[in-house]
């Protein structure tokens, strides 16, 4: 069964830093991966996914996610932090041979400092 | 196409009372979602369709739930004699395939608080 462990529930960033948001998953198949942002009371935007066509890939609002099998990890970064970009992230996990559910970590709030 | 929608945003009902509620997704999508995302957590699936076909249902899918997709278009969701464990977010979505993968794409969501 896919599962997702995104550690910690918090983290803050000064406007203009880096953002690095930790995603590990456990897949029995090669997974599809996705990262997905909620602003408040609001439902789920896609940021990005990986499609195992390239281990880097970059979504939108300048976010980008690189795929580590060996890792098993699909760490979420953004170079510089804008005060927009608070809100909570969700990493998920779908299994490519069934009903394609998604399977989501716990999210990681994030906050940005002025 | 402006997405998928949910209605209603918010429902306030008291202990023991059946609500609906419904997800339109977007119009060219097969597979339906729903999930339900209670405080500080992700959301968790609880049921799948593909065209009016219910595939999936999870274990979190009690009996006092049940939900529809009668043409294959829109879908509801009824939770009958709500408890208020059953307050939580819920979110429906549709997918459709985005470079060879099913890619899903949420409502707003509709926040059930039960008294």
């Known amino acids: 069964a896919q599962s997702v462990t995104q550690l910690g529930s918090h983290v803050s960033v000064s406007e203009g830093a880096l953002v690095l948001l930790r995603c590990n998953y456990s897949?029995?198949?090669?997974?599809?991966l996705f990262w997905y942002v909620q602003y408040p009371n609001q439902g789920l935007q896609l940021l990005l996914k990986?499609?195992?066509?390239?281990?880097l890939v970059k979504g939108i609002n300048g976010f980008e996610a690189e795929f580590k099998k060996s890792e098993t990890s699909f760490h979420l970064t953004k170079p510089s932090a804008h005060m927009s970009d608070a809100a909570e992230y969700f990493c998920?996990?779908?299994?490519?041979?069934?009903?394609?559910?998604?399977?989501f970590g716990k999210g990681m709030k994030l906050t940005v400092n002025p | 196409d402006t997405g998928v929608s949910q209605d209603p945003r918010h429902k306030i009902t008291k202990r023991g009372q059946n609500v609906t509620f419904r997800c339109d997704p977007i119009?060219?999508?097969?597979?339906l979602y729903w999930y339900r995302q209670t405080l500080g957590q992700g959301p968790e699936f609880l049921t799948y369709?593909?065209?009016?076909?219910?595939?999936?249902k999870s274990r979190l899918l009690s009996d006092r739930f049940s939900a529809e997709r009668p043409k294959g278009s829109f879908s509801t969701l009824e939770i009958q004699r709500t408890e208020q464990g059953d307050s939580a977010m819920y979110l429906c979505?549709?997918?459709?395939?985005?470079?060879?993968?099913?890619?899903?794409?949420f409502g707003p969501g509709t926040r059930l608080l039960v008294l």
């Open positions: 979505a549709s997918s459709g395939r985005d470079r060879g993968i099913e890619t899903q794409y």
């Open positions: 897949s029995s198949v090669p997974p599809y």
């Open positions: 990986y499609t195992s066509a390239a281990t």
């Open positions: 998920a996990v779908s299994d490519p041979n069934g009903s394609e559910k998604l399977v």
């Open positions: 119009s060219e999508h097969n597979r």
């Open positions: 369709f593909q065209n009016e076909a219910q595939l999936e």
